[in-house]
């Protein structure tokens, strides 16, 4: 079966910077578009950034435009999420998420275009 890996997560202080991993089996990687996602505490969850399948295209959101990095590793099936200039509003559980068969990063900004779903991992960003 599908399964997605996170990694990375932990307390930071701000401006500081983290990297989040997922690792994924039980799929063709190469061809899904990825993403992460994340839910801060009493919010709904929302897109951070994706990247579509053959890696040229990304989204980000306007939140994290210029600071959040996605990139993906088709070898190692593994998706990055590299986060600098760390803010408080940051804080937030952060999923990894499998998007459809070729799709693009503009294809995979909802939560319904996502197929598969990491159990996520916490990053708390102190002030």
């Known amino acids: 079966q599908v399964q997605l890996v996170e990694s990375g997560g932990g307390l930071v202080q701000a401006g500081g910077s983290l990297r989040l991993s997922c690792v994924v089996s039980?799929?063709?990687?190469?061809?899904?578009?990825m993403g992460w996602f994340r839910q801060a505490p009493g919010k709904e969850r929302e897109c951070v950034a994706t990247i579509g399948w053959s890696g040229s295209s990304t989204y980000y959101s306007d939140s994290v435009k210029g600071r959040f990095t996605i990139s993906r590793d088709n070898a190692e099936n593994t998706v990055f999420l590299q986060m600098n200039s760390l803010k408080p509003e940051d804080t937030a559980v952060y999923y990894c998420?499998?998007?459809?068969?070729?799709?693009?990063?503009?294809?995979?900004?909802?939560?319904?275009?996502?197929?598969?779903w990491g159990k996520g991992t916490l990053v708390t960003v102190s002030s």
């Open positions: 998420a499998v998007g459809g068969q070729y799709f693009s990063a503009s294809g995979s900004k909802t939560e319904g275009a996502m197929a598969y």
């Open positions: 039980g799929l063709t990687f190469r061809r899904y578009a």
